[in-house]
């Protein structure tokens, strides 16, 4: 059975820089394009990043520079690196699995974990 | 912000029908990509409720279904059921500079 859990959110403080993590099972990282969604509260999907499966990455405008998309084969995780983030960043942040046929759309998705930005 | 345009809300009586429309445009649906569907229970992650216009993965009832046309897509929900209240995302592929993967605005179905 497929299936994805994130970790690692949490407060932190403007400027900061916090990392995430998916861990996946099921299904190999490697062979997937894996990408992150955000949701702020009480707000839509917003499309974050998306690593590819010969691991090129593309970034939304509003993360470009300041996110870094990873992800560790030999712990089968997705992780995704944030830096200089400010109050704009607070937000759920889900996981997901590309589809295998196409790419551009999300079949299976993580519960979320949370990202609160403040001092 | 959103390129695909949807309703805030939509409501019915349960055993109705209801539709949630998805606006996008020429860089989008217009350009052939396909529209997908997400639902988001209250407190729970997204999940995917319809692929590729019109397909439904296992286990998802076949009274949800999707079309698309031109550069606009709908949802329909027959048989409007009360565990059918959630939030429902279309969402699509952008061939515009730097847009990527898109998500509509978001529709909230209440069931009356």
């Known amino acids: 059975e497929v299936q994805l859990a994130e970790s690692g959110g949490g407060l932190v403080q403007p400027g900061g820089s916090l990392r995430l993590s998916c861990a996946a099972s099921?299904?190999?990282?490697?062979?997937?394009?894996m990408t992150w969604v955000r949701q702020a509260p009480g707000k839509g999907l917003e499309w974050v990043a998306v690593i590819y499966s010969g691991g090129n990455t593309d970034y939304a405008d509003s993360v470009k520079g300041r996110f870094i998309i990873s992800r560790e084969s030999s712990k089968n995780t997705l992780d995704l690196q944030m830096n200089s983030l400010g109050a704009e960043d607070t937000a759920v942040y889900y996981c997901a699995r590309n589809d295998l046929w196409s790419g551009y759309y999300f079949e299976q998705w993580g519960q979320g974990t949370l990202v609160i930005v403040s001092s | 912000q959103s390129v695909l345009t949807q309703p805030p809300s939509v409501s019915g009586a349960p055993g109705q029908r209801v539709t949630i429309s998805c606006t996008g445009s020429s860089s989008n649906f217009g350009a052939g990509y396909d529209v997908h569907w997400y639902q988001q229970l209250p407190g729970t992650a997204p999940k995917l409720l319809i692929f590729r216009n019109n397909n439904r993965p296992s286990g998802v009832p076949d009274r949800f279904s999707g079309s698309k046309s031109g550069t606009s897509a709908s949802l329909a929900i027959t048989g409007l059921q009360a565990e059918d209240e959630a939030d429902y995302y279309c969402q699509s592929y952008d061939g515009s500079l730097n847009a990527f993967y898109v998500f509509g605005t978001g529709t909230k179905v209440t069931v009356l």
């Open positions: 099921g299904f190999s990282v490697i062979n997937s394009y």
